[in-house]
């Protein structure tokens, strides 16, 4: 009977699917370090939020998340706790607040509260080298998982925001039941690797932006055409159209250059419809142009004022990198030397072919 009791039991086990435990969603912590602070963007699941804090967000409308601001930026500063590798405690800050849907692998699609944090050393400390004493929703959901990245490193290199390069991870220590601080450790930085990165982004800014190459390529068209009488008649003959690539290419860049480098420097705040607008228009201008001539022998001067309005448009991605002067005059260089060799290098490839 012994037997029968252990044997039918096992079989019937060994015939079962085997059981999965439904997977939860981590949270996400992305850095973005700056020259003296750290930027962190929170994605939490508000399902564990609710259940490790008591604030409950899984069904209100967005419009209802301010009157829970104040807990939510409470509670968050209790569990966010950086400090220097010597235990000198940061300042934190509890930002923006806001609520979306989103889905991570296998876990289907959850709501899920972003937040944004600013983590501030004492004057002088390291943003390179920290402990971060973080234990949101850990603190109580005992099989929850954070992962922390960082996303935006200028003196490392890391300009263009896309992708993110994991530091670490922070869970429940079950062999001493609490969580461990995460050592925050991103090397050293170098002015040299931002500039080089900012080198690769101008290049990648001209070659790939749709709206500077199409706007040179409509002033360009017409380039070897003579105009006459309202109409292009006929080819100004192989020098002529070279010189004219040249003029309204330099004079683009120029532009370009002109505009990005006094709006970053300036760190004025524009808004971007007004510039989005210009630069549309500028490519309508463009194109009504190379049908029929309205500026004839004078592109150059075109593209030079509408060069200003694409400058201004790229000095609004230098404006979310929050970068110091230093830092932001290192990547001014980088960036217009690339954006002009490349400008130079996308009118000047197509000639031998054209003409």
Request: glycine fraction near 10%; hydrophobic fraction near 50%; charge should be positive.
């Given at each position: 009977?012994?037997?029968?009791?252990?044997?039918?039991?096992?079989?019937?086990?060994?015939?079962?699917?085997?059981?999965?435990?439904?997977?939860?969603?981590?949270?996400?912590?992305?850095?973005?370090?700056?020259?003296?602070?750290?930027?962190?963007?929170?994605?939490?699941?508000?399902?564990?939020?609710?259940?490790?804090?008591?604030?409950?967000?899984?069904?209100?409308?967005?419009?209802?998340?301010?009157?829970?601001?104040?807990?939510?930026?409470?509670?968050?500063?209790?569990?966010?706790?950086?400090?220097?590798?010597?235990?000198?405690?940061?300042?934190?800050?509890?930002?923006?607040?806001?609520?979306?849907?989103?889905?991570?692998?296998?876990?289907?699609?959850?709501?899920?509260?972003?937040?944004?944090?600013?983590?501030?050393?004492?004057?002088?400390?390291?943003?390179?080298?920290?402990?971060?004493?973080?234990?949101?929703?850990?603190?109580?959901?005992?099989?929850?998982?954070?992962?922390?990245?960082?996303?935006?490193?200028?003196?490392?290199?890391?300009?263009?925001?896309?992708?993110?390069?994991?530091?670490?991870?922070?869970?429940?220590?079950?062999?001493?039941?609490?969580?461990q601080p995460l050592t925050v450790d991103l090397g050293e930085g170098s002015a040299?690797?931002?500039?080089?990165?900012?080198?690769?982004?101008?290049?990648?800014?001209?070659?790939?932006?749709?709206?500077?190459?199409?706007?040179?390529?409509?002033?360009?068209?017409?380039?070897?055409?003579?105009?006459?009488?309202?109409?292009?008649?006929?080819?100004?003959?192989?020098?002529?159209?070279?010189?004219?690539?040249?003029?309204?290419?330099?004079?683009?860049?120029?532009?370009?250059?002109?505009?990005?480098?006094?709006?970053?420097?300036?760190?004025?705040?524009?808004?971007?419809?007004?510039?989005?607008?210009?630069?549309?228009?500028?490519?309508?201008?463009?194109?009504?142009?190379?049908?029929?001539?309205?500026?004839?022998?004078?592109?150059?001067?075109?593209?030079?004022?509408?060069?200003?309005?694409?400058?201004?448009?790229?000095?609004?991605?230098?404006?979310?990198?929050?970068?110091?002067?230093?830092?932001?005059?290192?990547?001014?260089?980088?960036?217009?030397?690339?954006?002009?060799?490349?400008?130079?290098?996308?009118?000047?490839?197509?000639?031998?072919?054209?003409?």
């Open positions: 009977m012994a037997g029968i009791a252990i044997v039918v039991p096992a079989a019937l086990l060994l015939g079962a699917s085997p059981a999965a435990a439904h997977p939860m969603p981590h949270s996400v912590v992305q850095l973005d370090v700056y020259k003296a602070s750290v930027t962190a963007r929170l994605e939490l699941p508000v399902g564990d939020l609710a259940t490790a804090s008591g604030i409950d967000l899984t069904t209100i409308e967005p419009s209802a998340l301010p009157a829970k601001a104040t807990a939510i930026r409470a509670y968050l500063g209790r569990h966010i706790r950086p400090t220097s590798l010597k235990g000198k405690a940061w300042q934190v800050s509890i930002g923006a607040l806001s609520l979306s849907r989103t889905q991570q692998t296998s876990t289907g699609p959850y709501r899920e509260l972003v937040a944004k944090a600013v983590l501030t050393p004492p004057a002088g400390g390291d943003v390179r080298h920290f402990t971060l004493n973080y234990d949101v929703i850990v603190h109580q959901v005992v099989t929850h998982v954070t992962l922390v990245s960082v996303r935006q490193d200028w003196a490392a290199g890391r300009v263009s925001g896309e992708g993110a390069t994991q530091v670490g991870t922070i869970r429940l220590d079950v062999r001493h039941m609490s969580v040299w690797r931002g500039f080089v990165a900012m080198l690769e982004l101008g290049g990648n800014h001209i070659l790939t932006g749709t709206d500077h190459l199409l706007f040179l390529l409509i002033l360009l068209l017409p380039a070897p055409l003579r105009a006459a009488g309202g109409r292009w008649h006929g080819l100004v003959g192989a020098r002529a159209a070279l010189g004219r690539i040249g003029r309204i290419t330099l004079a683009f860049t120029a532009g370009h250059s002109v505009a990005l480098v006094a709006t970053a420097l300036s760190r004025l705040e524009i808004p971007s419809w007004p510039v989005e607008a210009f630069i549309a228009a500028s490519i309508l201008v463009g194109a009504v142009h190379a049908i029929r001539p309205l500026f004839p022998d004078r592109e150059a001067v075109v593209a030079g004022v509408f060069g200003l309005g694409h400058g201004m448009a790229f000095s609004f991605v230098l404006a979310e990198m929050h970068l110091a002067t230093g830092q932001l005059v290192f990547s001014l260089l980088g960036f217009t030397w690339a954006s002009s060799w490349s400008s130079s290098c996308w009118s000047a490839s197509p000639c031998p072919r054209c003409w």
